[in-house]
C-alpha cells in the first residue's frame, strides 16, 4: 500500500503545472526508470501531446513511448544501458522498432556510455513525429 501512495507523489510532483505545455524540460538528465512510467501511462490515458525538446537522456528517452509524443529538431537524446537489465529493458521498449534495430546494431544499450541522436535524426531517420512550429 505504501508503494501506491509513494508513486501518487511521484507522478504529482513529476507532472507539469496546469497551462504549461507537456514536455520533457524538467526531466532532461533522466533518472529512475519506474518513475517514468506512470507520466507515460498518464500521457497516453489523457492523449495530450507532449513535446521532448533540449537535453533528453536516460530515462527521459522513455517519453518516446508516449503516442501523442512530438520531438523538436534540436532537442537532443541520448542513449545507453541501464543501472540495470531491467531498466535497460524499460528504456529500450519505450522505442519504435527502426529505433530499436539501430541501437541494437550499434550496441548502444550494452554499455554507459552515451550514444547520442539529434532530433532531426529521431524525425528523419526513426520516423517520430516532429513539433509543429519546431
Given at each position: 500500500?505504501?508503494?501506491?501512495?509513494?508513486?501518487?507523489?511521484?507522478?504529482?510532483?513529476?507532472?507539469?503545472?496546469?497551462?504549461?505545455?507537456?514536455?520533457?524540460?524538467?526531466?532532461?538528465?533522466?533518472?529512475?526508470?519506474?518513475?517514468?512510467?506512470?507520466?507515460?501511462?498518464?500521457?497516453?490515458?489523457?492523449?495530450?501531446?507532449?513535446?521532448?525538446?533540449g537535453?533528453?537522456?536516460?530515462?527521459?528517452?522513455?517519453?518516446?513511448?508516449?503516442?501523442?509524443?512530438?520531438?523538436?529538431?534540436?532537442?537532443?537524446?541520448?542513449?545507453?544501458?541501464?543501472?540495470?537489465?531491467?531498466?535497460?529493458?524499460?528504456?529500450?521498449?519505450?522505442?519504435?522498432?527502426?529505433?530499436?534495430?539501430?541501437?541494437?546494431?550499434?550496441?548502444?544499450?550494452?554499455?554507459?556510455?552515451?550514444?547520442?541522436?539529434?532530433?532531426?535524426e529521431?524525425?528523419?531517420?526513426?520516423?517520430?513525429?516532429?513539433?509543429?512550429?519546431?
Open positions: 500500500m505504501r508503494w501506491i501512495a509513494n508513486l501518487a507523489v511521484a507522478a504529482t510532483v513529476m507532472a507539469p503545472a496546469p497551462g504549461h505545455a507537456a514536455s520533457s524540460a524538467g526531466y532532461g538528465q533522466g533518472g529512475r526508470t519506474k518513475d517514468f512510467l506512470p507520466l507515460v501511462q498518464q500521457y497516453n490515458r489523457s492523449g495530450e501531446q507532449f513535446r521532448i525538446s537535453h533528453c537522456q536516460s530515462a527521459c528517452t522513455m517519453f518516446l513511448a508516449i503516442r501523442s509524443v512530438c520531438i523538436e529538431p534540436s532537442a537532443r537524446l541520448l542513449f545507453h544501458a541501464g543501472e540495470n537489465g531491467i531498466a535497460t529493458s524499460r528504456m529500450f521498449n519505450s522505442y519504435n522498432g527502426r529505433l530499436k534495430a539501430h541501437l541494437t546494431a550499434v550496441k548502444a544499450m550494452e554499455t554507459p556510455a552515451f550514444h547520442a541522436i539529434s532530433g532531426r529521431m524525425v528523419r531517420k526513426f520516423g517520430y513525429r516532429a513539433c509543429p512550429g519546431g
